[in-house]
């Protein structure tokens, strides 16, 4: 079965240290992976995406991610984290065999960056 | 501006009184699907759609309808709502499959 797992509910940091959020993923065939971010009252906003190329894949806000294909990993990071980060964050996967579009979302990792 | 629009943004019902929700997209978006947020739980698809007037089940639809008359929009059926309902439910669309997906504000739905 498909799945998602995000280890840590929250992940507190210093504003100006780097963060990391984890993701590990289970799937059949080549994964297509996503992160999201939600802030408090919005929808979801698309950070990055990982389909295929280059395992470290850039997005929006500084944001980045690692795709590590040995260990099913697609961990976010960023250099020097900012207190407006402060939000809800998702990974999610959508199989490569998958012809339905669904995308399987991990629970969720409250970031906290502290002044 | 490229949006999802979801009505209405919070809703107070009592249990099996019929009620839905509209979900609009502007991107002329093929697939479209619904996803409830529940804690701890992240994110469940509910239906999707694969184009007009092809829908199908995602992995949680018990008690919930769809309909795609219109490419455009994709509304949320619950013909009997029930307290376990009771959840924060978002609209997406997407160009494809393998794309990423637009979501939108979300309703806050609270079944009493």
């Known amino acids: 079965a498909q799945s998602v797992a995000q280890p840590e509910d929250q992940v507190n940091v210093a504003e100006g240290n780097p963060l990391t959020v984890k993701c590990t993923y289970s799937?059949?065939?080549?994964?297509?992976l996503f992160w999201y971010v939600q802030y408090p009252n919005r929808g979801l906003q698309f950070l990055l995406k990982y389909i295929t190329g280059d395992n470290l894949v850039k997005g929006s806000y500084g944001f980045e991610a690692e795709f590590n294909k040995s260990q099913t990993s697609f961990h976010l990071k960023k250099p020097s984290a900012l207190v407006s980060d402060s939000a809800l964050y998702f990974c999610a996967v959508r199989g490569g065999i998958s012809n339905t579009g669904k995308l399987i979302f991990g629970q969720g990792t409250t970031l906290q960056v502290k002044p | 501006e490229a949006q999802v629009t979801q009505n209405p943004r919070y809703l107070i019902t009592v249990t099996g009184k019929k009620l839905t929700v509209t979900c609009s997209q502007n991107m002329n978006h093929e697939y479209m699907s619904w996803y409830r947020q529940d804690p701890g739980l992240g994110l469940r698809q509910i239906y999707y759609?694969?184009?007009?007037?092809?829908?199908d089940k995602g992995d949680v639809p018990e008690g919930y309808k769809v309909s795609r008359k219109e490419k455009r929009n994709f509304p949320l059926i619950l013909e009997s709502p029930s307290p376990n309902q009771t959840s924060l439910y978002f609209c997406?669309?997407?160009?494809?499959?393998?794309?990423?997906?637009?979501f939108g504000q979300g309703t806050r739905l609270t079944v009493v």
């Open positions: 799937v059949s065939g080549n994964p297509y």
């Open positions: 997406a669309s997407s160009v494809g499959v393998g794309t990423e997906a637009f």
């Open positions: 759609s694969m184009n007009v007037e092809v829908t």
